[in-house]
């Protein structure tokens, strides 16, 4: 295949053989011991670091192209990266190098009277397909991720990424070399015609599950056109609802870094729920540190009569993703409004409860279903990096297979490996 900077033409030709390579690697990855692959993750961190500066060189095309284009600062700092991000990415690679190997792990295994003795065993789901958006930092999250759990992966990264992942994916497949694993197993889509998404998302002779990580607009495409099972990312509308019972302190310190520590990232806060108890003490306080920090906050009539300087919240507020800094803020009478509230307008992403009392936490807990609910604890913390798991292709919030942070383990399925002496059943 011609692996020039951007190929188009016959885009469901390239796409068929992509998927033919993919699956016969994902064929010998699934034997290749463990030793090896964290061995290809090991090279692959080290070629990084060797090729920072020509990954910084094809990030600064991809900045300089996205501020003519008008990218918001929260998106250009989704796609920036820079000395500290790239030893961030090297070092999220030995992570994941280093964890436990989940294939081939029993998961269970018990046995029968008949004989039978049966073992629940960690396997690859075999070529897993991601596709997301400005975020070159994917690129190796999901190639690593999906090596580590023993799968092939066909990435497809977004336009505003383009030569930043290309330089990362490079480094990759240095990995791969050092490693003599097939070149194959980490492929990247070598063009930004939107033809090849579409084609990916028919290929159900070659790839197992989907990943779409990314916008409303990505998902829901991905959702209505797949014919390949898909672990859902959708939009992180993520709340944060101060109680009754909430610290001033940890709430003004964590509300602050849930909204702008990296707004742009699907783990910032985006509405902020005020318990009608402590609107005009500690909700004022927090609102009125948002705006000094450079937040629109756009609040509800309840909290502008406290706060006027905030921006008046209409009806699209509620349940809307910025990825800016700006948030929505409203005042509920108690816990079950906030609750209700959240089950309404939330995406089942993040949400979080800043209080000291036990019961409204367990309260919180026990009657929303989000993929991550947290107590007293930044929702910037939603990530499988944080979580120990090196670093996550996405956060699912579907509720079959996977769900919250998708780390390596997450991308593996299992089989049953029943094993007996001439054993028949009568």
């Known amino acids: 295949m011609n692996r020039r900077d951007d190929i188009s033409g016959n885009i469901p030709g390239m796409m068929q053989e992509i998927g033919t390579r993919a699956r016969a690697a994902a064929a010998e990855l699934a034997f290749a011991p463990s030793e090896v692959r964290a061995q290809a993750l090991e090279a692959a961190a080290a070629a990084l670091e060797r090729r920072a500066q020509e990954i910084l060189a094809a990030n600064a095309r991809d900045m300089a192209a996205g501020r003519e284009k008008g990218l918001s600062a929260a998106m250009l700092d989704r796609l920036m990266l820079d000395d500290e991000r790239l030893q961030g990415i090297a070092g999220s690679l030995r992570a994941i190098a280093g964890q436990d190997d989940p294939v081939g792990r029993i998961m269970a295994e018990w046995k029968r009277p008949s004989g039978l003795h049966i073992r629940r065993v960690r396997t690859p789901l075999g070529v897993v397909g991601v596709i997301y958006e400005s975020r070159p930092n994917v690129t190796a999250d999901a190639g690593a991720l999906c090596l580590k759990a023993g799968n092939a992966v066909i990435l497809r990264g977004g336009s505003e990424s383009f030569h930043s992942s290309g330089a990362i994916h490079a480094a990759l497949l240095d990995g791969l070399r050092a490693a003599n694993l097939p070149e194959d197993a980490i492929q990247r889509v070598p063009t930004r015609d939107r033809a090849a998404v579409a084609e990916m998302l028919r290929m159900s002779d070659h790839i197992d599950v989907i990943v779409p990580r990314g916008g409303k607009g990505l998902v829901g495409l991905v959702q209505r056109e797949a014919r390949v099972p ?81 921006a008046a919240a209409g009806p699209d507020d509620w349940g809307r993703e910025y990825l800016d800094m700006i948030i929505a803020a409203r005042q509920v009478p108690d816990i079950d409004a906030a609750i209700a509230h959240i089950r309404r307008y939330g995406s089942d992403h993040t949400d979080a409860i800043i209080t000291e009392d036990d019961a409204a936490a367990e309260r919180f807990f026990a009657r929303l279903d989000s993929a991550i609910l947290m107590r007293n604890v930044s929702t910037q913390f939603a990530d499988g990096g944080e979580f120990g798991m090196g670093a996550e292709i996405g956060i699912a919030t579907g509720k079959m297979h996977a769900r919250g942070p998708v780390g390596a383990e997450q991308l593996t399925s299992f089989k049953y490996v029943v094993t007996g002496e001439g054993t028949t059943r009568p």
Not at 276 to 286: F, L, M, R, T, W
Request: net charge negative; aromatic share 2%.
């Open 230 to 310: 898909v672990f859902a990312h959708l939009e992180g509308i993520v709340h944060v609802y101060l109680d009754a019972a909430a610290s001033p302190e940890k709430a003004l310190r964590v509300v602050l870094n849930a909204k702008t520590r990296r707004p742009g990232i699907c783990g910032a806060a985006e509405c902020l729920l005020i318990h009608e108890g402590i609107a005009d003490s500690i909700g004022q306080g927090v609102i009125r540190a948002l705006i000094d920090a450079g937040v629109e906050v756009r609040a509800d009539k309840a909290l502008r009569q406290l706060v006027p300087e905030a």
